[in-house]
């Protein structure tokens, strides 16, 4: 069995100014028919989803998002997988400049300054937190939509997982590189922090990392490093535009890859920046019990106005790897490398993206079911009438107008769930919809 995801990087909605725009609304257009005839030509016929690695908007703004959410609908139809099977994670262009004020300036320059100490500092505070938390403020509710919020602890939110095989599944950890962005960035200033740095392990798992920014862009990108290098299998980034891949050896027997992706829409197009995306096949090689991962790099041909093999940024037109992966099972391993295992709560609950031969019917139909209410509640209607629902249904109490986090957006229509309310939150949001 593989999983074939989409990968897509540095999208930068928003960004296109007078004739720009039809050019890159054209080349949007053919990513599309590429993808389907890409899609077609695997074993599956199909994604498992898409992953996007960052940038997705240019300014952080509401309508990028949405203009964004409505093409990501068609990106995923025609890869063959559900709209609500997409990853990612922010970008520094997902954080609102307009929403940085001075007293956000010196935060950020004191945490750029001093480091872990400080950001914990902040972090203890909840009006610190809100106001760091705040430059996200359109990018929180579309990557809800998703099922992949942010930590409004400076943590790692909940992971997906995929089940490639008996005993062996992916992990994919999502990091927020733009924790600590601002108006401007500079190389090796960034912080990612102890919280998100820490990757946990646990038997029978493979971890693959998602980042906007490259692991030099870190102050702690030594320890970071080394916490990939040791934890992870695959390291998949964006922000540089300049697609590379290289396998690095850490131990006999264990391997880790690092990916850097291009932009699919860059700012600028030309012969070194151009269009690109990728389709990455994750698949269990019985024989060495290791990873394979295939990659099928696309670029923009502009002689002939659309996608075709990129023979040239990655190596090939379809590099493989086989990554050594000691945390696989294999049938004759009865020893297993010492692991983390931490206590999930109930804001990192496991979902499970791809385990056909483990769900049941009704379980699949209540993760498909909740999966596309998050999506429609978080994408398709307003904070005011997200806020109406909550209230209405009891979620939280009558009279209530102050502004909710997205974490206690996310808790209070949990909380409805829980008690069996999914088809009430359905109905409002079909309500709100047909006004």
């Keep these: 069995m ?44 199909k994604a498992a989803g898409l992953i996007v690695t960052g940038d997705i908007a ?24 559900k709209k609500t099977d997409i990853q990612l994670v922010p970008g520094n262009h997902d954080i609102d400049r307009d929403e940085i004020t001075k007293a956000t300036e010196l935060m950020l320059q004191s945490i750029t300054t001093e480091g872990q100490q400080a950001l914990d500092g902040f972090l203890r505070s909840p009006v610190d937190t809100a106001l760091l938390y705040r430059r996200f403020l359109a990018y929180q509710p579309f990557a809800q939509a998703y099922r992949c919020p942010l930590d409004d602890q400076g943590g790692q939110p909940e992971a997906h997982v995929a089940h490639l095989a008996e005993g062996r599944s992916l992990r994919f950890i999502r990091l927020n590189s733009a924790l600590i962005c601002s108006k401007r960035d500079t190389h090796g200033k960034l912080i990612l922090g102890a919280r998100q740095r820490v990757i946990a392990q646990r038997p029978g798992e493979e971890i693959v990392v998602l980042s906007h920014h490259p692991l030099g862009w870190f102050q702690d990108s030594e320890d970071a490093t080394r916490y990939i290098r040791n934890r992870a299998r695959v390291f998949i980034s964006g922000h540089e535009h300049n697609p590379s891949v290289r396998v690095e050896s850490v131990r006999q027997g264990q391997d ?37 991962v295939k990659v099928r790099p696309r670029a923009w041909d502009d ?49 499970v993206i791809s385990a056909p031969e483990q769900a049941h019917a009704q379980d699949e139909k209540m993760t498909d079911e909740y999966s596309l209410l ?20 009891g979620a939280i109490p009558p009279g209530w107008t102050d502004a909710l986090s997205q974490p206690n957006e996310r808790r209070a229509l949990d909380a409805l769930v829980k008690k069996g309310r999914l088809q009430d939150i359905v109905q409002a949001v079909d309500q709100v919809e047909q006004q």
């Design 256 to 292: 880790v890859m690092m990916l850097a992706a291009g932009a699919t829409v860059p700012p600028t197009q030309h012969d070194t920046f151009t269009y690109t995306y990728n389709v990455i096949e994750f698949g269990w090689e019985p024989e060495t019990d290791s990873l394979e």
């Design 303 to 351: 002689e002939q106005k659309r996608f075709v093999n990129d023979a040239v940024r990655l190596g090939g037109q379809q590099p493989r790897f086989v990554l050594g992966c000691p945390n696989f099972r294999g049938p004759n391993q009865s020893e297993q490398a010492e692991t983390v295992t931490p206590e999930l709560n109930d804001e990192q609950v496991e979902i």
């Design 2 to 45: 593989s999983l074939a995801f989409v990968h897509l990087s540095d999208i930068h909605f928003g960004q296109e100014k007078g004739g720009d725009l039809y050019i890159n609304n054209d080349v949007k257009e053919r990513l599309i028919d590429d993808v389907r005839q890409l899609v077609a030509q695997l074993p599956s016929r």
């Design 374 to 393: 998050l999506l429609r509640f978080f994408r398709d209607i307003s904070p005011d009438n997200r806020l109406k629902i909550l209230v209405d249904l």
């Design 58 to 81: 240019y300014a952080g703004k509401e309508a990028e998002y949405k203009e964004a959410g409505l093409w990501l609908d068609r990106v995923a139809q025609a890869a063959g997988c």
